[in-house]
């Protein structure tokens, strides 16, 4: 009986295809959508500067081509070459650094008022709850009566006098700065109080080495509300009988409709209000140099 062999002939090897090089760019899945890359130009300070005053110059400069094609007459607004002269006449007779000086030291004043109870009554609401719970539904009712409403009751209480002035202007500046210092203070990783309090750190301690630091973005923006309605309410406390300020030369200048005298005022006013926006943006920068005048970080 012979053998019988069974050969098996294996299957040939599948071919191996080339291994595909990764693209440089891969398709995105599905539902996603890849942000654009964002393209940034350099910018100096030098042209931003100059973006910046395009507006005030155009406008300027409108002013002036409506002046002296005669649109705008004398009786209406003074051209540009009266109010600089106006401003001459003033400052060469003392008439404008005193009305200036005058509304400078009542606005200071009351902002000075405003933000010190603001700032108090924000760290009680805000790091108490005995303070929240017995002031933040009292101060909350009364931030949202206009200040200027409070102008015939501040007459009756105080007269004509400088203090119902400093106090409109102490009123208007104390509730923007109370709501940014309640925020902050709330805002306040809770964990870290209690770290610090494990650590024996007082009551008193914690608000001046964690709360504040930790609620200063709070604080700035708070600061910089109330020195724009600083100068808001000095316009309004300055048209109560006075007798000296940048609001009485204004009533003067009305009596006798010069509307050159008006549109000096108005610039100063305006003016005051920017110069308060720049110095606390500049503190913003000192205080927390990690972040850009947009305040974004980068």
């Known amino acids: 009986m012979s053998d019988t062999t069974t050969t098996t002939t294996a299957a040939p090897p599948a071919p191996v295809r080339p291994r595909a090089e990764p693209s440089a760019v891969e398709a995105p899945p599905t539902g996603l959508v890849v942000p654009r890359p964002q393209l940034r130009r350099a910018r100096g300070r030098g042209y931003a500067l ?104 501040f007459m009756v209480w105080f007269g004509i006098n400088e203090t119902a002035k400093v106090l409109l202007i102490a009123v208007a500046t104390t509730f923007p700065m109370y709501v940014s210092t309640s925020s902050g203070v709330r805002n306040t990783d809770p964990k870290l109080i209690e770290a610090m309090r494990s650590f024996g750190m007082g009551r008193f301690a914690l608000v001046r080495e964690v709360v504040l630091p930790g609620a200063l973005p709070s604080l700035l923006a708070g600061l910089r509300l109330s020195t724009t309605l600083s100068v808001i309410a000095l316009i309004a406390a300055e048209e109560i009988n006075a ?56």
């Open 50 to 153: 100059a973006v910046r005053t395009i507006g005030p110059v155009a406008l300027l400069a409108l002013w002036w081509v409506a002046s002296a094609t005669g649109l705008l007459t004398p009786d209406v607004l003074a051209s540009p070459t009266e109010v600089l002269r106006a401003v001459g006449e003033l400052w060469s007779n003392g008439q404008l650094p005193d009305a200036l000086t005058t509304s400078l030291t009542r606005s200071g004043l009351g902002l000075l008022i405003g933000l010190a109870a603001g700032l108090t009554l924000g760290i009680t609401t805000g790091f108490t709850r005995l303070g929240d719970e017995l002031l933040d539904s009292s101060l909350q009712t009364l931030r949202t009566i206009p200040f200027l409403s409070l102008v015939p009751l």
């Open 243 to 298: 007798t000296a300020g940048i609001g009485y030369l204004m009533s003067q200048a009305q009596s006798y409709a010069r509307t050159d005298i008006l549109a000096v005022c108005i610039l100063v006013y305006g003016l005051l209000g920017l110069a308060a926006d720049i110095l606390v943006r500049l503190l913003e920068r000192v205080l927390m140099p990690w972040r850009t005048p947009q305040g974004v970080a980068r």
